[in-house]
């Protein structure tokens, strides 16, 4: 029997990749014009960290970690998400003495045992951004905006809704007002809400359970019990989004599914992947690296983009095309003298930055110039037993099919450096 891979992991085959290093590129492009730089950091923490900061009482922690003990018998877990992971770090490594505000981006795969469906996996890939240092509401709406601009240059249209869930003066005055109206329709709900609305009472918001959220319609907001401080904020955060130009839509009862976030909160959202309808969220932690033994009074607000449901939408929409990838020039060599000539030069080629391609193992014409095609080659360089004789070869243009003499005498670096130029001169 042959051996598959895992329920939930998922392998990204070669004709899928160039879609995902379109998106990598982009991000990466965009991350760097708004000043950030990547920080890399392990799959596997202790699981405390990912306790502490996502919160005990969320379905991450409670339902869908994979969490084991290691042979040293410490429990461990790989990383359910990215922030906790790279706050971690920026408080191990004294970052904030390096750079008072740090941006930083970090890409990677994710784990979370969920139940899979379309653009849910166990392993899934997470762009995501943190900025540390800086509780500014302009921050805010440049974060926003840089996410909205990722979208954008990968030609993909999305919603925006954000929210503020407050902060540790005003949330728990909203969360009493919430408990209050909980206990009255308490028969109404399912049982995980029952006990959400004791452990944890935002998380009721966030049930899936439409018969639920049919009871949740008239339930108090968050944005109603603001103190003074984040409501001021979230009006500066949604002006400043204005003089960016982003059109946004407030959801009063987005609540985010990790519990360290404070003030705003966001979600990009789709309706063109069903129920798995954000493909980025995020917002702001202004406790967490407190909470995390880091230092007091340490805002940060962050984002994670998802690069499945990105590579899914941009296949769905057929968006912007991905760069063709082609190669400049495939080398056909007929016969072992052939081939003792092309090889190396080849290789010369490679070294000087063309991507060229050559059959190893020397087989017919007819074999060797359908691999051309598929490669997408613009060029051959066919080295023939008649031409060599003449110190020749055929230089055929793979799509007019135009076909030219090239001397092969002489020295190897004029050839490389005629054949660069034909390229180049073919590119405009
Ligand atoms: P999150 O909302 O849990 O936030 O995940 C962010 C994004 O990751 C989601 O919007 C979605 O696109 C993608 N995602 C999440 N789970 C899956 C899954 N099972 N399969 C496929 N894609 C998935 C966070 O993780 C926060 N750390 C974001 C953040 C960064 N907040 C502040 N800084």
Known sequence: MTIQALKGFKDILPDEVGVWQHIEATARGIFQRFGFT??????LEKTELFARSIGEATDIVEKEMYSFTDRNGDSITMRPEGTASVLRAFIEHGLQAKLPVQRLYTIGPMFRHERPQKGRLRQFHQMSVEVLGLDHPRLDAELIAMGWLILEELGLTTSLQINSLGCPACR????????TFLAERRAHICEDCQRRSQTNPLRVLDC??????????NAPAIIDHLCPGCGEHFT????????????????????????????????????ALGAQSAVGAGGRY???????????????????????????????QNAKACPEAGTDLFV????????????PLVHLLRRKGMTVAMDLEGKSLKSQMKQADRAKARFA???GEEELAKGEAALRDMTSKEQRQVALEGPKEALCAMLIAAVAQREK
């Open 381 to 383: 360089l066919i080295l």
């Open 236 to 271: 500066q955060t949604k002006a400043s989004l204005d003089l960016l130009a982003v059109p946004y839509a407030v959801n009063p009862f987005m609540v985010r599914g990790l519990d360290y976030y404070t003030r705003t909160t966001f979600e990009l959202i789709t309706d």
């Open 332 to 343: 056909a060599a007929l016969g072992e003298e052939a081939a003792v000539l092309a090889f």
């Open 208 to 217: 899936k359970s439409s018969h639920c959220q049919e009871q949740y319609v």
């Open 38 to 43: 990547e920080i890399r950091v392990p799959i």
């Open 286 to 316: 202004d406790g967490l690296v407190e909470q995390l033994g880091g230092a007091k009074n340490m805002p940060g607000i962050g984002f994670a983009m998802g690069m499945e449901r990105l590579a899914l939408l941009l296949s769905q």
């Open 172 to 179: 728990p005055a909203y969360k009493e007002a919430l408990v």
